[in-house]
């Protein structure tokens, strides 16, 4: 995994909170640095994508029957 840069960040407040975002507290999403307030709210983020993610390959991987 790479080093992740505050300078890189896409956006400036914590898309949880609102409240500015901290260079201990980056993720990378779609290819692009996310910054939260603390890890609290990037790992509820994290724990977010995993479940979204989840929910969609158990959809893509329900195909389609009787077409």
């Known amino acids: 995994m790479r080093a992740l840069n505050i300078s890189d ?3 400036e407040t914590c ?3 609102g409240k500015p975002v901290q260079a201990d507290s ?3 999403f779609d290819g ?3 910054g939260f307030c ?3 709210c990037r790992d ?3 724990t977010a994508l995993r ?3 989840r929910a969609k390959a158990a959809k893509t991987g ?3 029957h009787g077409s």
Do not use: Q
Request: charge should be neutral; aromatic fraction near 12%.
């Open 32 to 34: 692009r640095v996310v």
């Open 15 to 17: 898309p949880w909170s």
């Open 26 to 28: 980056l993720i990378e």
């Open 38 to 40: 603390n890890t609290g």
């Open 44 to 46: 509820k983020f994290e």
């Open 62 to 64: 329900s195909g389609r």
């Open 9 to 11: 960040c896409i956006n």
């Open 51 to 53: 479940h979204f993610e």
